[in-house]
């Protein structure tokens, strides 16, 4: 168990359920490669100013003997081999292995690359040196001291017009346009290939003498500060949802990431060239009212439970023919669950694995522990478009990981 562990370390675990939080800025250097357009893009687009602070939260989660740390990034996705020493330095320092920890991207489109040490992007090995890693291990170690018992509520609502499918499809014949419509192009004569998942999730640990910890799970692009040319580091509306709400509810406000592989923002409709330079404070605010009323009005009591961890490496085939795994994991909490994938998924396979899995509450979280690209929903093959063209698999890999963390979710939820 890795309470015996963190006690032989000489940190204090609490024998009953119990939730530590801390968060530390880790905005990189001026002069950083940024990710989130491209690779290519990366390779020239250099950070210039920071508009406002990227943050590294870890979550930590303990039933008395197993500890789990979830960490949340505001960056564009994660590399595996970025996550490794991670792993390993975790394990080293705290005796937490590899399976009990998660580590999620924001997906904010204007963070550092964190997907290659390669020289060509520029200052990447001197953030990650200098900045990530530092940071990681104190706000692990923060987070760990943090432990304070808890008790669970959660609740759920609906945003609404907040985020919409990028891919468009004619009204008039039912053909693909694509991921944005044409400048000029008349709204009445395209729709949205298929709808929003607008479902905002939210936990609520109430922590006697500390302050609650509150984890807000949605989904949709963080792509609102400033498009694909502009050099600016932000969090997005990731980081005005968590400083909005954490400050409206003097709590400890985390944001993780859901489904989103096809959804954009209502102030990216126009297309990226045309993202106003602050469309991300106003879009923040408004996902932020959402949150707030589910607070006030929308929570109800749920109990805590036995930390079952599962992580497994599913096999998949790649379009060429190769045989690869990818990592899924799945944390179940008595009431509530995250479930894990690598990729960026269509919000029809996050919606199916939140409605497929036994517990009253999962957070599915795309991103985590790894970088493996699009993975569309098995209709959208038809349309085909961008995403489809660049995912690393074949129709139906979505359902099927969906199908499987389903599996996993149900396997935790009878031992839980």
Not at 82 to 98: H, Q, S, T, V, Y
Not at 114 to 142: C, I, N, Q, W
Not at 268 to 286: S, V, W
Request: proline fraction near 5%; charged fraction near 25%; glycine fraction near 10%.
């Amino acid at each position: 168990m890795t309470k015996d562990i963190l006690l032989e370390k000489g940190y204090e675990i609490p024998e009953t359920f119990a939730v530590g939080s801390a968060r530390a800025e880790v905005n990189p250097p001026l002069g950083t490669s940024l990710a989130g357009h491209g690779v290519e893009n990366a390779k020239s687009r250099l950070s210039t100013e920071n508009w406002d602070e990227l943050m590294l939260t870890c979550t930590a989660l303990s039933d008395g003997e197993e500890v789990a740390l979830i960490f949340t990034l505001d960056c564009s996705c994660i590399a595996a081999h970025i996550c490794a020493p991670m792993f390993k330095l975790l394990e080293e320092k705290f005796g937490i292995p590899e399976k009990n920890v998660i580590l999620q991207a924001t997906h904010t489109h204007a963070g550092p690359v964190m997907y290659s040490r390669h020289e060509v992007f520029k200052k990447v090995g001197e953030y990650l040196d200098t900045v990530y890693h530092p940071a990681l291990e104190r706000v692990a170690e923060e987070a760990i001291r943090d432990l304070t018992p808890a008790e669970l509520l959660i609740g759920k609502g609906k945003t609404s017009g907040l985020n919409f499918v990028r891919r468009y499809v004619s009204r008039e014949d039912g053909s693909f346009l694509g991921n944005w419509p044409d400048k000029g192009q008349d709204p009445s004569k395209i729709m949205h290939e298929s709808e929003p998942d607008e479902e905002m999730q939210i936990i609520r640990f109430v922590r006697k003498g500390k302050k609650d910890v509150i984890l807000v799970n949605w989904q949709c692009h963080p792509t609102s500060s400033g498009g694909s040319k502009k050099t600016n580091t932000s969090a997005d509306w990731p980081g005005i949802v968590r400083n909005t709400v954490g400050e409206k509810e003097d709590a400890l406000c985390v944001f993780h990431q859901g489904a989103a592989g096809n959804l954009i923002p209502y102030s990216a409709i126009a297309g990226e060239a045309g993202f106003p330079g602050d469309a991300f404070r106003e879009h923040g605010e408004l996902i932020s009212q959402t949150a707030l009323d589910i607070l006030k009005n929308k929570m109800t009591p749920a109990k805590a439970g036995k930390l079952i961890i599962t992580k497994e490496q599913f096999p998949m085939k790649r379009k060429e023919g190769r045989d690869t795994t990818i990592p899924l994991t799945v944390i179940g909490c008595g009431d509530i669950a995250f479930a894990t994938t690598p990729n960026e998924s269509f919000c029809q396979n996050g919606k199916q694995v939140k409605e497929g899995s036994p517990f009253k509450m999962t957070f599915f979280c795309e991103l985590t522990n790894d970088d493996r690209g699009y993975i569309p929903a098995e209709e959208c093959f038809v349309n085909g478009g961008y995403e489809v063209r660049i995912c690393p698999h074949g129709k139906g890999a979505g359902e099927r990981i969906a199908n499987e963390l389903i599996y996993m979710l149900c396997g935790n939820y009878q031992n839980n």
